[in-house]
């Protein structure tokens, strides 16, 4: 029993190092210690036990299987760390992993290709170390003598193996075991999906007699708003917001038609845990409201509203393929695999022409943007590629952060992509404001979460971690904008925001009263009041840096 005593010690070394790296917290080294451990002594120590030497062959294979799936999983858990900036327990990583098409694993492969490298090489070395280790202690056991194994050796081997079993009956490290977490996540993942079309149906079946809301529309008899969601656009890399580079002429341009608000948050730093609150009564505080309480589609329609919605993401998207479902009208122009394919949004122009040429008096157009989602070069065509190997003032900055090459390549890549979404949102203010004079149109822009590109560190992509993957852009532009003075219109776009609260300011925009309408959480409003914003479970304040 020494010398597994010693090879179990040399595996936990192992661990060791993935927490030396920054692969693993203290938290998992000391479950996956514990676990490993219990595996190697319970399972090994019973097949030596009661097998003695004609079992070293099996005890090592199964050994070193055991310890390298421990180790592929504190590099894949690390790898996710590094790039969604939490652990891969939260819905928003979930949702990410399991609804992701082949397509777009094909490209996140390519965008990450140097993260996952990183990760890999951690894997080998340490994998290496691990065998060469052990290559040592069997050597050194085979140089002694040892005597066949006693009572005691395998009453501590049963006693072990009971105690892994024991183990499993904690809810909380069964899902640590690393054979184990992945299969129950994906079990929690398509659960959570099964409970979203199970409530939706009910929701959606409760619309029959929806006197409850109590909704009740106050504007003009024609309304139109127009609600366009931008897809991983940080505010930082916006001429619009003070950006050295010219990455928004167009807004720009009409600026004085526009309010642009300055100081707005997602909730989250991935699309779906960003969305369901909101489009839905759901918020940070309480983020599963959208199981009991209506959607903004639903509140639209019983008001009276025709939905469209326009989209140049996938279809079945997990909840936001569901909220689609619900509108009265759903187009949905990219015809791949969703956010893996090279679909530009500008073909989104000819459907959501169609949905402003309704003959509706009241709509609510929902265009659901592919944007600067990774990876960012098949985010534009060619004639957008405005900043490749450019020489400014912001390539001179990152060189001087000490930002490497791959990133910088990627900032001007990512650039080109918001250069071409000004395009399109461009045009989808000016298709709007060229529409029937007739009626009050509104077209609110806001970005489901931002993107870390170099602002902070050496990291292209989602980041739950870093302020640049919740601090995004939010403008509102009207044919029926009343005039401001220059002091109002200021502190009106100075109000600190966050989007988990965008139903309210949607909603005020529909000119819809109900009880699930809250002014003091409408942007616009004049009672609105600025609450604290959360980002990662951390307080928010602007300008400050993130603790990690």
């Known amino acids: 029993m020494l010398i597994l005593f010693c090879r179990v010690l040399s595996s936990i070394a192992g661990l060791l190092l993935f927490y030396l790296f920054d692969q693993l917290s203290a938290n998992e080294l000391l479950k996956l210690s514990v676990l490993l451990a219990a595996f190697l002594l319970g399972l090994c120590g019973v097949l030596n036990a009661w097998r003695g030497n004609a079992s070293a062959g099996a005890v090592t294979m199964l050994l070193r299987i055991v310890v390298l799936v421990f180790y592929l999983d504190a590099a894949v858990k690390g790898f996710l760390r590094g790039y969604f900036g939490m652990r891969p327990n939260p819905n928003a990583v979930l949702q990410a992993i399991f609804a992701t098409d082949q397509t777009e694993t094909r490209e996140f492969f390519l965008h990450n290709s140097i993260a996952l490298a990183q990760a890999m090489g951690c894997f080998v070395l340490v994998a290496a170390l691990l065998l060469l280790a052990d290559r040592q202690l069997l050597r050194w056991q085979a140089a002694r003598e040892h005597a066949a194994p006693g009572m005691l050796a395998k009453g501590f081997a049963v006693s072990m193996a009971v105690f892994l079993v024991l183990l499993h009956v904690n809810t909380t490290m069964r899902r640590e075991n690393p054979a184990l977490f992945w299969p129950l996540r994906y079990q929690q993942y398509n659960a959570q999906l099964a409970a979203m079309q199970s409530m939706q149906h009910a929701l959606t079946a409760s619309m029959a007699a929806p006197r409850d809301w109590q909704v009740h529309y106050t504007g003009e008899d024609a309304r139109s708003v127009i609600l366009v969601i931008g ?20 807004l720009d341009a009409m600026r004085a038609k526009l309010l642009v608000f300055k100081d707005v948050i997602s909730p989250a730093s991935s699309t779906v845990e960003s969305m369901m609150t909101m489009l839905t009564p759901a918020d940070i505080g309480n983020p599963d409201a959208w199981m009991a309480k209506p959607n903004l589609l639903m509140l639209a329609e019983a008001a009276g509203y025709k939905t469209f919605w326009v989209s140049n993401q996938t279809r079945n998207d997990g909840w936001i393929g569901l909220l689609a479902g619900e509108a009265d009208e759903s187009d949905f122009i990219n015809y791949g695999t969703g ?8 073909q989104l122009f000819q459907p959501f022409a169609h949905a402003l040429a309704d003959s509706a008096p009241k709509k609510l157009i929902v ?45 001007d890549e990512y650039d080109n992509a918001i250069r ?3 395009y399109v949102l461009g045009t989808l203010i000016g298709m709007a404001d060229r529409a029937k004079s007739d009626r009050a149109t509104s077209l ?16 292209a992509g989602h980041s739950a971690s870093d302020k640049s993957g919740y601090e995004i852009p939010m403008l509102i532009w009207s044919n029926r904008q009343a005039p401001q003075s220059t002091t109002a219109r200021a502190a009106l776009e100075s109000r600190p925001y966050q989007t988990d609260k965008l139903d309210a300011t949607v909603l005020g925009l529909l000119k819809i009263e109900t009880r699930y309408y809250a002014a003091h959480d409408d942007i616009l409003s004049g009672t609105f009041q600025a609450v604290p914003r959360f980002m990662n479970g951390l307080q928010y304040q602007r300008g400050a840096v993130l603790a990690p």
């Open 367 to 411: 265009v659901h943007l592919l944007g600067a989602h990774p990876s960012y070069a098949m985010r534009y065509p060619s004639r957008f590629a405005y900043f490749d190997q450019a020489h400014d003032a912001v390539s001179a900055q990152m060189a001087r952060q000490g930002r490497s090459g791959a990133i910088r390549k990627q900032r």
């Open 231 to 250: 897809e991983s656009t940080n505010r930082a890399s916006m001429s619009l917001y003070g950006y050295p580079r010219a990455t928004t002429p167009q």
């Open 339 to 346: 956010r893996g394919e090279n679909n530009f949004d500008d």
């Open 444 to 459: 609110l822009f806001v970005s489901d979460h931002g993107q870390e590109v170099g602002y902070n560190r050496n990291h």
């Open 420 to 422: 071409y979404g000004d």
